[in-house]
């Protein structure tokens, strides 16, 4: 880039001295810093904190990297382990950010790896609601809880007991509603965790991918 402009500079004087009208060739709009992110930033794990805020982050989705490499490694329970009725993309002409897990209710929720609760709140469409900041950038939600047992600052290893499941908020029977998401940006967790197995299809890394967020 700098050869570029250096060589268009030296031609302009060559050549404008001679009354020839150059024009300077069009210099690319620079390119984001970063196209592949190794893992989370800092800022990403530690930083965009609230204990009130659904989404704490709003940061545009064509601001992230276009791949971020997730470290699965620091220990991993699936919430549940059951069949998933109702997957993660459109549903009834609405987009549906999570996958929705059949439980009776009152059954056990953990949290799917370690971290900290950012956030322990009702909300009227989610009901009971617990969104688990991680070490490795990502937060999961686990919602429509009947009760939720953990608060905001809590630390939480894999499994743990965070609430009971429930239907709470909008929410026509009994389940379990799940969301895995990146810097606010809520992509499907089957892509990553087989449920009805309760194991990670991928490991110690996943590639996260931009076009894959939402
Ligand atoms: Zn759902």
């Not at 982050?57 to 990297?65: F, V």
Request: aromatic share 10%.
């Amino acid at each position: 880039m700098i050869i570029a402009k250096i060589l268009a500079v030296g031609l302009f004087l060559f050549l404008g001295e001679n009354g020839i009208e150059v024009e300077y060739p069009a210099i690319e709009a620079p390119r984001p810093i970063e196209f592949v992110s190794l893992e989370a930033s800092t800022e990403v794990v530690e930083g965009y904190w609230s204990t009130t805020e659904l989404n704490s982050y709003n940061i545009p989705l064509d601001s992230l990297p276009e791949r971020t490499l997730i470290r699965l490694e620091d220990g991993f329970s699936c919430p549940y382990g059951k069949n998933v009725f109702s997957h993660y993309g459109r549903r009834r002409g609405r987009n549906h950010n999570g996958v929705d897990i059949p439980v009776p209710p009152g059954t056990e929720v953990v949290s799917a790896f370690p971290g900290v609760v950012r956030l322990s709140t009702y909300h009227r469409g989610y009901g009971n609601i617990i969104i688990v900041r991680h070490s490795n950038g990502l937060e999961t939600a686990y919602a429509h809880l009947s009760e939720r047992k953990v608060k905001s600052g809590d630390i939480v290893s894999a499994g743990e007991l965070i609430g009971l499941s429930g239907s709470t908020g909008r929410s026509t029977g009994p389940h379990l509603h799940f969301e895995t998401l990146y810097c606010g940006h809520s992509f499907d967790p089957e892509s990553f965790i087989d449920i009805k197995n309760g194991t990670l299809l991928q490991s110690p890394f996943f590639m996260l991918r931009r076009e894959n967020l939402d």
